[in-house]
């Protein structure tokens, strides 16, 4: 059983919303903000000293991490 199930249509919206628009450029946003969310989740895990928040800031980090090499194969696509 899957925890989330999503279709086709799911796929393409995602990637018609992130479509490279040259007047918008809301792939290249996109893309700086999930790097500054790695670097938040990164510094603010140098700084956590309880262990709950430590595991929060590596998953945001990984998560993070995750949707910015999904944003640059995009922008490769394109």
Same mark, same amino acid.
Request: aromatic fraction near 12%; charged fraction near 35%; avoid cysteine.
């Given at each position: 059983?899957? %925890?989330? #199930?999503?279709?086709? $249509?799911a796929? +393409?919206?995602i990637y018609r919303?992130l479509s490279?628009?040259?007047? /918008?450029?809301?792939? %290249?946003? #996109?893309?700086?903000? $999930?790097?500054? +969310?790695i670097?938040?989740?990164?510094n603010?895990?140098?700084?956590? /000293?309880?262990?709950? %928040?430590?595991d ?9 991490w995750?949707?910015?090499?999904f ?8």
């Amino acid at each position: 059983m899957k %925890l989330f #199930e999503r279709g086709k $249509a799911a796929e +393409e919206d995602i990637y018609r919303r992130l479509s490279y628009d040259p007047q /918008s450029n809301t792939l %290249l946003d #996109e893309i700086d903000i $999930a790097r500054r +969310e790695i670097d938040d989740a990164f510094n603010n895990f140098q700084n956590a /000293s309880d262990p709950d %928040l430590i595991d929060s800031y590596i998953y945001k980090g990984n998560a993070a991490w995750l949707r910015y090499r999904f944003l640059l194969r995009q922008a490769r696509i394109i």
